[in-house]
DNA sequence: AAGCGCTTGTGAACGTATGCACAAAGTTGC
DNA sequence: GCAACTTTGTGCATACGTTCACAAGCGCTT
């Protein structure tokens, strides 16, 4: 009964209501945080340029990715900021609270648990586990920090559905797996390793160091054009370089240098 | 009738020494802390199999990316670790150290000042930044926090190159306009905005809540699927809906109820 | 030096994502 | 009620990314 649908144009191009690309799902949660902003400041439609724009991409990019959700927005208007909220959180699952463990309770731990963000978007932080004893009874957050014998009952007891690890990385995969042994299904990685899972659990992984290299990377190649307008391609030296970086080069079976001269 | 089409692929692929693809640079760093792990190791060469295994990605995906950055790696052996940490620590931009300015000295800050992990890998914190008087002043990590005067002097004369903004939201736009106009051509932004920057400056986004919400709509997915089996789309009520989450209704000029209706 | 087994590097096929451009569908004004 | 105007939703073309599969190349053994 309640179908906005236009009935015809059932399935033109991807089922509509299953398959929503991951790079779509990525986007969503920008354009719900742009519709907040805007809905805090009163304006109750809002058209695709500018939702784009508050958002950070393009126009018609947005346009296909709220397509994916369904026809809402209206011809010669835009969106009902209000509505859309409600069509994107629906979407990403929003409309429960997901309750969320915290492990590894040292600097970054307080700042996350500390963190107001989470709990306005949907999320609860439900408990604190740390392994260290000085750690464990202090309250951060309004939440006692328990011991790692806790863990296991805590999770399953509290229906804890998504864990996020911010331990050491040498203790990251035992206690991502005792997570998901707990019934964990979703894991956020702050540690700065790989975290094997079964399937049926999802990992994403948050890696500073990974940002910053990125951004050293175009850093560095805009610093290299801005020296050197048009260079034809060095074939870059690697005499000294091994010695810049690796050590004194032990087992070299065919040194690179061979290879160069 | 728009172009006259290229007519062939002349090129093979993407030139090898510019273009490197920017889905294969965001893999680097994980290459490289893998790389690094098994040279901790004592690892002195290493296959695609088993490197692609430590890094989370397929052996396939792994040998094109590394082979955008030039023909390390002995066929029938396998790469060599060191050198090929050289390489790609060279592709990345690594063999400087970049420095780096952290603005917004709060909960997040002082976790990001305290982490080692930056230092360790090519990145220097040489500033602090806080507006809060109660903050200036303060140590961490080694650094005395100084007042946002004295940004705009701080990262010219010191060179700095790249920005952590971790302010709240609303500064994070001046701040970022500040740090620009003082040299930095890199930001990584963890304020949950958007920051809009001159051609020629990159602004990476972390933002955690987004990455919890993708991790949601995983969940929710996942759950629906257990639920039930093969549900044919509910095509989703929606009456009590935007009470759910929206407020009572304001401006909706065209309520969706009326078209369902 | 020739053969064998192993692993890289890459062409080719496929799949996904992006951006353009415009018809369709709505609103506004008369 | 109709015409002018605005903005969505999407077909289409292109660009980008992933995966397969295998020839070329290397080291080791004989
Ligand atoms: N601090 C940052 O800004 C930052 C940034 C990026 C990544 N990281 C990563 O996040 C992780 C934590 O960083 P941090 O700076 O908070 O480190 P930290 O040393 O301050 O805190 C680690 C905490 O984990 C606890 N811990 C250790 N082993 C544990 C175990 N087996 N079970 C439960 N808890 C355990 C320790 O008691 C400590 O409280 C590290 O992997 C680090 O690389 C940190
Ligand atoms: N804490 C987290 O785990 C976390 C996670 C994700 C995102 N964030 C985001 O990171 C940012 C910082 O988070 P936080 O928890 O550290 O907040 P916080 O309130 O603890 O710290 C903010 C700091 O910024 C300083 N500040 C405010 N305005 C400033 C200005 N104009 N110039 C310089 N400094 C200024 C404040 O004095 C304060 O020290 C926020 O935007 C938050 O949304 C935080």
Redesign the pocket.
């Known amino acids: 009964m309640t179908r906005p649908r236009?009935a015809?144009?059932v399935r033109?191009?991807?089922a509509?209501r299953d398959?929503i690309?991951?790079?779509?799902?990525?986007?969503l949660p920008f354009y719900l945080q742009a519709l907040t902003a805007l809905a805090e400041r009163g304006v109750a439609t809002?058209?695709?340029?500018?939702?784009a724009t508050a958002a950070g991409?393009?126009?018609?990019?947005?346009?296909?990715?709220?397509?994916?959700l369904?026809?809402?927005?209206?011809?010669?208007?835009?969106?009902e900021v209000q509505y859309l909220i409600y069509q994107i959180s629906r979407e990403l699952g929003l409309t429960q609270d997901w309750k969320v463990v915290i492990v590894g309770i040292g600097n970054l731990g307080h700042a996350l648990a500390n963190y107001g963000g989470f709990t306005s978007r949907g999320f609860t932080v439900a408990a604190l586990v740390d392994a260290d004893a000085r750690v464990v009874g202090e309250t951060v957050a309004g939440l006692t920090v328990t011991g790692l014998d806790s863990l296991d009952q805590t999770v399953s007891s509290l229906g804890i559905q998504i864990g996020v690890v911010a331990t050491p990385g040498p203790a990251a995969q035992e206690i991502c797996d005792r997570l998901v042994a707990a019934g964990v299904t979703g894991v956020l990685n702050f540690a700065p390793c790989v975290l094997t899972v079964p399937d049926g659990v999802m990992v994403r992984r948050v890696d500073l160091a990974t940002e910053l290299q990125i951004l050293a990377f175009h850093e560095q190649r805009r610093a290299a054009g801005r020296l050197a307008g048009e260079m034809p391609a060095e074939p870059q030296d690697l005499s000294e370089a091994l010695g810049a970086i690796g050590e004194p080069r032990t087992t070299l079976?065919?040194s690179r240098a061979e290879?160069a001269g």
Chains 1, 2 share one sequence.
Do not use: C, I, N, Q
């Not at 690309?21 to 986007?27: F, H, I, K, N």
């Not at 369904?70 to 969106?79: A, F, I, K």
């Open positions: 236009p015809r144009l033109s191009e991807r509509t398959g690309p991951e790079a779509t799902v990525s986007r809002v058209s695709s340029e500018e939702l991409v393009g126009s018609a990019k947005l346009r296909k990715d709220l397509s994916h369904g026809s809402y927005g209206t011809r010669g208007v835009g969106y079976t065919k290879a």
